[in-house]
């Protein structure tokens, strides 16, 4: 390797290209059941709630898998609030980057840079029991009833 263009090159051949064949084969999977992964879901999350339903279609008392009712999944999503929680800083560094240096003029300096990735969790979670059990819809007339329910 002679060339920054040459090192770029390799790293490519030996990062992207293996990946790119796993997406393909991924893509195929999902493709047999009807999913269409880079339309139909935006997430690791939309996916397998896709995967979820479709393979519960018609098989509501399929013992291995589990979706919800309509009218529990419709609540659920309709309950749904806020939006994209990431933070929008181009760059961190320890010892350099000061905290809210726009907000306050003594800023104090980052000791360290520390990062997780939540999204990893979700294959993780989805195999496991819910520990409720299955939904139970309750729609109360007044707020008050709800609160007797739980003293």
């Known amino acids: 390797m002679e060339t920054f263009a040459d090192w770029l090159k390799y790293y490519n051949n030996l990062d992207a290209g293996p990946f790119l064949e796993a997406l393909e084969i991924m893509r195929g999977f999902y493709a047999n059941l009807g999913i269409d992964i880079f339309k139909d879901a ?17 098989k509501r008392n399929a013992p291995e898998l589990y979706a919800p009712e309509r009218e529990a999944y419709d609540m659920l999503k309709d309950a749904v609030v806020g939006g994209l929680s990431l933070v929008f800083t181009r760059k961190h560094e320890a010892g350099k980057t000061k905290i809210r240096w726009h ?9 360290r840079v520390l990062a997780y990735d939540a999204n990893a969790l979700y294959p993780s979670t989805m195999l496991q029991e819910m520990p409720c059990g299955k939904e139970k819809i309750v729609v109360y007339s007044y707020p008050s009833e709800a609160v007797a329910d739980f003293e």
């Open 42 to 58: 935006v997430s690791l999350p939309g996916v397998s709630l896709k995967y979820l339903l479709r393979c519960t279609l018609g």
């Open 103 to 111: 907000k306050y003029e003594d800023a104090r300096l980052c000791q």
